[in-house]
């Protein structure tokens, strides 16, 4: 199977985490993980990935924090993030469009 790129799941939960890294790997993508919000601007800086996918309630660090650090950092901040979360309020949405989140899923 031909590589299609990379992409960092940025996941507290291990069964989601696993399943979404399964899906993306079938899909031929190198997928790597990040299980709390401390590792996760150095691992997407390391592996400069093709997409995030972004979490924002996580342990040490939140979503949004991570967000704005992405894109504040001007080679990071073309990397495209679709943020993943149990946040579903139109503020929480709006705020991570507005942050610069290419969209945003409700789990």
């Known amino acids: 199977m031909n590589q299609r790129g990379n992409v ?5 939960e291990a ?3 696993r399943v979404i890294m399964e ?7 190198v997928v ?17 990935p093709h997409l995030v996918l972004l979490d924002i309630i996580l342990p040490k660090k939140d979503g949004f924090a991570i967000l ?5 950092d001007a080679q990071l901040a ?3 993030v679709i ?5 579903g309020e139109d503020e929480d949405i709006k705020k991570a469009l507005k942050m610069g989140a290419l969209d945003y899923l409700v789990k």
């Open 8 to 12: 960092v799941v940025v996941e507290d």
């Open 15 to 17: 069964i989601l985490a």
């Open 23 to 29: 899906k993306f790997e079938r899909k031929g993508f």
């Open 32 to 48: 790597s993980l990040a299980v709390d919000g401390e590792d996760a601007v150095p691992l997407v800086r390391k592996t400069l």
């Open 68 to 72: 704005q650090e992405l894109k504040q």
């Open 78 to 80: 073309i990397i495209p």
């Open 83 to 87: 943020v993943l979360s149990n946040l």
